[in-house]
């Protein structure tokens, strides 16, 4: 399949069954090309599986992982699931997961029919990355209208350049506004670890200029191995076959007994898919955070700027912690926002991550108790009695999914799905990263849920999605090779890619792995379970890096201080883990914010904001033991439409960050 539509010879709906004399390949492909037919109704989908699932039954005897054929073993147990459940998530990102949801739900979404005197007009051929020539300097061209895009040319071995092995990074600048006391540019990393810098500039980084100083240039990259930097790292060889994958994803953990030894076998078939299929292009030794900051370092060098600015989110604390350890004479400014713990992410050990998550779930219980049910729908006689609700809930969606029945021809699913334990749990765990926002609509599909309404969940996920994924849909026609940039806002391959080069080989048996899901779910009775692929994303990973960087490599303190800053209680990333980073680098502060969620920018906080700028502008630190409050307390916030009256400069920014940052779903 050559990627376009008209390479598919494709029956009309009612002659599916001359398809079926022909490889099963070609149903597959077929099956995918009609999906994004806006034509199709739910009749007529539910007459095409009716045609092609016996054919399909019957010719699987094994499911194959043959990367270089498709095979009807392959085609059958996932377009069964396509229609029977909704798309479970991928061990790597919880926000994906929900994505891969919406887009079930969008298969089965009312897709209107085109009117039939709708003619695209011809346009021009839109600009793609492919448009910029590598080069070995930064040439600067104009993209996206407001900003500047290169890529550059490095060695893919920094440790032993060649002409032969080389990466290609893709940069983007949002310039300087002012150009009065133009300093070094602000790096910025949305986290992941492979979340794309170039998406994070685009769409987030006006507000982060509006932050540190209109006088900062704001530069991002995506990492080696992510989106527009190429080779990427790419499992699959297309979309198609990567989301075919997903749909098999085991549930959480605890749903049921004995599902983390699913996820263990699947995590050694994935990685082995994955290593083999990134054999030849050799980047898979070369991908770890050393590597990346040194990159950074390289992207800086072009600049032609001495010191580094940084504002690093989530695994972006790592990132700027990498570069500290490897080049403190090179810092400047150094934001250290929503701390990985360096010493666990080093070791593999994520059981910690959870530490503050359940407190999260005590300040749902509290907040929604002391709002009354005007403002909590989930309210009751007292804190306790909320959290048992939730229990509850839960404990029932074990063993009675929801069912959201067929809508009418103008709304809503076409056929009906299923709202699980796994589903709900994941929506959670997407909310609590930015709880002062989500609690009150969650406290809804909670409500619902519970009288076994399940349009609230439905409408919820849809619009967490932006929508998207009814546009783009369940296969994207065409390969997209490792060597080809590609605008992804989170590259789901790179993220194990990534963390498993950092850390310590996982060599763990399926008991250990057992053991670990159960101290991990002690750790956190509400999010534990759901945390608990992090680590198995690991399991059956053999390469290893070429250039390592461990937690003994801290080699003193920065040019300046860093700035460490940290929520009184993070789902992914506790307060202590600030702390114990600040010990490496004794000139460094903490700074709390009394907000929950997951980095400073999942609650406004205008003194918070305030300290941010000062540090950036005039160098300066906030007192040791500094706590900045939310400017909003739980299910108080504003709604994302709703003015705010009185607000000064930096406490409309602050508000502004909350609604819109979207800081990538996993660390």
Same mark, same amino acid.
Request: proline letters at 6%.
């Given at each position: 399949?050559?990627?376009?539509?008209?390479?598919?010879?494709?029956?009309?709906?009612?002659?599916?069954?001359?398809?079926?004399?022909?490889?099963?390949?070609?149903?597959?492909?077929?099956?995918?090309?009609?999906?994004?037919?806006?034509?199709?109704?739910?009749?007529?989908?539910?007459?095409?599986?009716?045609?092609?699932?016996?054919?399909?039954?019957?010719?699987?005897?094994?499911?194959?992982?043959?990367?270089?054929?498709?095979?009807?073993?392959?085609?059958?147990?996932?377009?069964?699931?396509?229609?029977?459940?909704?798309?479970?998530?991928?061990?790597?990102?919880?926000?994906?997961?929900?994505?891969?949801?919406?887009?079930?739900?969008?298969?089965?979404?009312?897709?209107?029919? !085109?009117?039939?005197?709708?003619?695209?007009?011809?346009?021009?051929?839109?600009?793609?990355?492919?448009?910029?020539?590598?080069?070995?300097?930064?040439?600067?061209?104009?993209? %996206?209208?407001?900003?500047?895009?290169?890529?550059?040319?490095? !060695?893919?071995?920094?440790?032993?350049?060649?002409?032969?092995?080389?990466?290609?990074?893709?940069?983007?600048?949002?310039?300087?506004?002012?150009?009065?006391?133009?300093?070094?540019?602000?790096?910025?990393?949305?986290?992941?670890?492979?979340?794309?810098?170039?998406?994070?500039?685009?769409?987030?980084?006006?507000?982060?200029?509006?932050?540190?100083?209109?006088?900062?240039?704001?530069?991002?990259?995506?990492?080696?191995?992510?989106?527009?930097?190429?080779?990427?790292?790419?499992?699959?060889?297309?979309?198609?076959?990567?989301?075919?994958?997903?749909?098999?994803?085991?549930?959480?953990?605890?749903?049921?007994?004995?599902?983390?030894?699913?996820?263990?076998?699947?995590?050694?078939?994935?990685?082995?898919?994955?290593?083999?299929?990134?054999?030849?292009?050799?980047?898979?030794?070369?991908?770890?955070?050393?590597?990346?900051?040194?990159?950074?370092?390289?992207?800086?060098?072009?600049?032609?700027?001495?010191?580094?600015?940084?504002?690093?989110?989530?695994?972006?604390?790592?990132?700027?912690?990498?570069?500290?350890?490897? %080049?403190?004479?090179?810092?400047?400014?150094?934001?250290?926002?929503?701390?990985?713990?360096?010493?666990?992410?080093?070791?593999?050990?994520?059981?910690?991550?959870?530490?503050?998550?359940?407190?999260?779930?005590?300040?749902?219980?509290?907040?929604?108790?002391?709002?009354?049910?005007?403002?909590?729908?989930?309210?009751?006689?007292?804190?306790?009695?909320?959290?048992?609700?939730?229990?509850?809930?839960?404990?029932?969606?074990?063993?009675?999914?929801?069912?959201?029945?067929?809508?009418?021809?103008?709304?809503?699913?076409?056929?009906?799905?299923?709202?699980?334990?796994?589903?709900?749990?994941?929506?959670?765990?997407?909310?609590?990263?930015?709880?002062?926002?989500?609690?009150?609509?969650?406290?809804?599909?909670?409500?619902?849920?519970?009288?076994?309404?399940?349009?609230?969940?439905?409408?919820?996920?849809?619009?967490?999605?932006?929508?998207?994924?009814?546009?783009?849909?369940?296969?994207?026609?065409?390969?997209?090779?490792?060597?080809?940039?590609?605008?992804?806002?989170?590259?789901?391959?790179?993220?194990?890619?990534?963390?498993?080069?950092?850390?310590?080989?996982?060599?763990?048996?399926?008991?250990?792995?057992?053991? %670990?899901?159960?101290?991990?779910?002690?750790?956190?009775?509400?999010?534990?379970?759901?945390?608990?692929?992090?680590?198995?994303?690991?399991?059956?990973?053999?390469?290893?890096?070429?250039?390592?960087?461990?937690?003994?490599?801290?080699?003193?303190?920065?040019?300046?201080?860093?700035?460490?800053?940290?929520?009184?209680?993070?789902?992914?990333?506790?307060?202590?883990?600030?702390?114990?980073?600040?010990?490496?680098?004794?000139?460094?502060?903490?700074?709390?914010?009394?907000?929950?969620?997951?980095?400073?920018?999942?609650?406004?906080?205008?003194?918070?904001?305030?300290?941010?700028?000062?540090?950036?502008?005039?160098?300066?630190?906030?007192?040791?033991?500094?706590?900045?409050?939310?400017?909003?307390?739980?299910?108080?916030?504003?709604?994302?439409?709703?003015?705010?009256?009185?607000?000064?400069?930096?406490?409309?920014?602050?508000?502004?960050?909350?609604?819109?940052?979207?800081?990538?779903?996993?660390?």
């Amino acid at each position: 399949m050559d990627g376009s539509h008209d390479s598919l010879r494709c029956p009309e709906i009612g002659n599916w069954n001359q398809v079926l004399r022909d490889r099963t390949t070609n149903v597959l492909d077929c099956f995918c090309r009609v999906y994004v037919d806006q034509s199709i109704t739910g009749s007529s989908w539910l007459l095409i599986w009716l045609i092609i699932h016996p054919v399909l039954q019957s010719r699987v005897l094994r499911y194959s992982f043959d990367m270089n054929e498709k095979t009807a073993s392959e085609a059958m147990p996932l377009l069964r699931d396509r229609f029977h459940q909704r798309p479970r998530r991928s061990n790597i990102s919880t926000v994906l997961g929900l994505l891969a949801a919406v887009c079930l739900i969008g298969f089965f979404h009312h897709r209107p029919h !085109p009117a039939p005197n709708d003619i695209e007009e011809p346009t021009e051929k839109p600009w793609t990355w492919n448009d910029i020539k590598p080069r070995r300097d930064l040439r600067w061209e104009s993209c %996206y209208e407001k900003f500047e895009c290169a890529r550059l040319d490095v !060695p893919m071995d920094w440790l032993k350049p060649s002409d032969s092995k080389r990466v290609v990074l893709g940069v983007i600048k949002l310039p300087a506004k002012s150009k009065n006391n133009t300093v070094s540019p602000l790096f910025v990393n949305p986290g992941g670890p492979g979340g794309s810098g170039i998406a994070f500039v685009k769409h987030e980084g006006h507000i982060l200029q509006a932050i540190v100083g209109d006088n900062h240039d704001v530069i991002s990259f995506d990492p080696r191995g992510v989106g527009v930097s190429t080779p990427r790292v790419e499992c699959w060889g297309s979309s198609q076959r990567r989301r075919l994958w997903a749909l098999q994803d085991t549930p959480v953990a605890d749903e049921h007994p004995g599902l983390i030894y699913d996820a263990y076998a699947r995590a050694v078939a994935y990685s082995g898919t994955c290593e083999s299929a990134m054999e030849d292009m050799g980047l898979m030794k070369f991908i770890g955070s050393a590597s990346i900051a040194r990159d950074m370092l390289e992207i800086l060098d072009k600049t032609g700027n001495e010191k580094l600015r940084y504002w690093g989110f989530s695994y972006g604390t790592i990132l700027g912690g990498v570069f500290a350890g490897l %080049y403190p004479e090179r810092v400047e400014r150094l934001v250290s926002d929503g701390n990985v713990d360096y010493h666990d992410w080093f070791n593999l050990d994520h059981g910690n991550f959870v530490s503050d998550t359940d407190k999260i779930f005590d300040a749902f219980d509290t907040a929604c108790h002391k709002v009354g049910p005007l403002k909590c729908a989930f309210h009751a006689e007292s804190p306790q009695a909320i959290e048992k609700r939730r229990g509850d809930l839960l404990a029932h969606l074990k063993k009675s999914p929801v069912l959201i029945p067929a809508w009418s021809q103008d709304s809503g699913p076409e056929l009906p799905v299923l709202i699980s334990y796994s589903h709900l749990q994941r929506l959670i765990q997407t909310c609590i990263y930015a709880p002062i926002v989500k609690f009150p609509q969650l406290a809804r599909v909670f409500a619902a849920l519970e009288k076994g309404d399940g349009v609230p969940f439905y409408e919820m996920v849809l619009e967490m999605s932006d929508n998207k994924a009814l546009e783009g849909g369940f296969c994207e026609l065409g390969d997209t090779p490792a060597t080809t940039p590609f605008e992804t806002p989170m590259e789901l391959d790179a993220f194990p890619a990534i963390m498993c080069s950092d850390s310590k080989a996982a060599n763990e048996s399926p008991e250990e792995i057992a053991e %670990y899901f159960g101290r991990i779910t002690n750790k956190s009775r509400w999010a534990g379970a759901a945390n608990a692929n992090f680590r198995v994303s690991c399991i059956g990973r053999k390469t290893r890096p070429k250039w390592e960087f461990t937690d003994a490599d801290f080699r003193g303190d920065t040019a300046h201080p860093i700035l460490y800053i940290g929520n009184i209680a993070d789902n992914v990333t506790p307060l202590q883990s600030a702390f114990n980073n600040s010990a490496k680098f004794p000139s460094s502060v903490v700074l709390t914010q009394n907000a929950y969620g997951h980095c400073s920018l999942a609650a406004p906080s205008t003194c918070s904001v305030r300290y941010i700028r000062e540090y950036f502008q005039n160098g300066t630190l906030p007192a040791n033991g500094t706590v900045c409050d939310s400017d909003f307390d739980l299910f108080e916030f504003p709604g994302l439409n709703e003015g705010v009256m009185g607000l000064d400069e930096l406490s409309s920014i602050a508000l502004e960050l909350s609604r819109k940052v979207k800081i990538p779903r996993v660390f």
